[in-house]
Antibody
């Protein structure tokens, strides 16, 4: 069965960096686009970034563009997001999510990890 | 940015009743709309994509309809496990993906 397991969250000071990982199993990782979606405490969902199945195409929400970098290692079945210049409003549970469609992403998320909490605070 | 407005914010119903949740887009999203269910402490679960297609493993009591700017998620007969938060999401102008603010379905 599909499993997505995030790690790397924690408490970080404003302006610092953090890298999250998402280990995938149960499907052919290299054939699906992958996303990060976040949820601030008690708030709704916000899409963050997508990477194509081959890692060559990436897109970001305006709120993180220039600060976050999404990447993947298909040999390790792992998705990453490097988060730099973190701000208090980046505090959220970060979910990795699998795109529903094989090949080019269609931006529907059919499997999600359990999430990892990032708290940006001094 | 396409804004999705969900209504009502909270819906109070009893098991066995029919639930109708609404999602309105600030501009047409064609049929590029999905619905998700989220329970406390859990990740969202995809229910409906393409406005009316049930995702794998989703019970038939869940159905979606609509196109353009007005969409509806209907749960035909509420089961106890259906009481949760529901979000709509559009992918019409990807990668500018947006979600609605959510509707809380609570037990009356």
């Amino acid at each position: 069965q599909v499993q997505l397991v995030e790690s790397g969250g924690g408490v970080v000071q404003p302006g610092r960096s953090l890298r999250l990982s998402c280990a995938a199993s149960g499907f052919t990782f290299s054939t699906y686009g992958m996303h990060w979606v976040r949820q601030a405490p008690g708030r709704g969902l916000e899409w963050v970034a997508v990477v194509s199945n081959d890692g060559n195409d990436k897109h970001y929400a305006d709120s993180v563009k220039g600060r976050f970098t999404i990447s993947r290692d298909n040999s390790k079945n792992t998705l990453y997001v490097q988060m730099n210049s973190l701000r208090a409003d980046d505090t959220a549970v970060y979910y990795c999510a699998k795109d529903q469609k094989r090949g080019a992403a269609d931006y529907y998320f059919d499997y999600w990890g359990q999430g990892t909490l990032v708290t940006v605070s001094s | 940015e396409i804004v999705l407005t969900q209504s009502p914010a909270t819906l109070s119903l009893s098991p066995g009743e029919r639930a109708t949740l609404s999602c309105r887009a600030s501009q047409s999203v064609s049929s590029y709309l999905a619905w998700y269910q989220q329970k406390p402490g859990q990740a969202p679960r995809l229910l409906i994509y393409g406005a009316s297609n049930r995702a794998t493993g989703i019970p038939a009591r869940f159905s979606g309809s609509g196109s353009g700017t007005d969409f509806t998620l209907t749960i035909s007969s509420l089961e106890p496990e259906d009481f949760a938060l529901y979000y709509c999401q559009q992918r019409s102008n990807w990668p500018r993906i947006t979600f609605g603010q959510g509707t809380r379905l609570e037990i009356k």
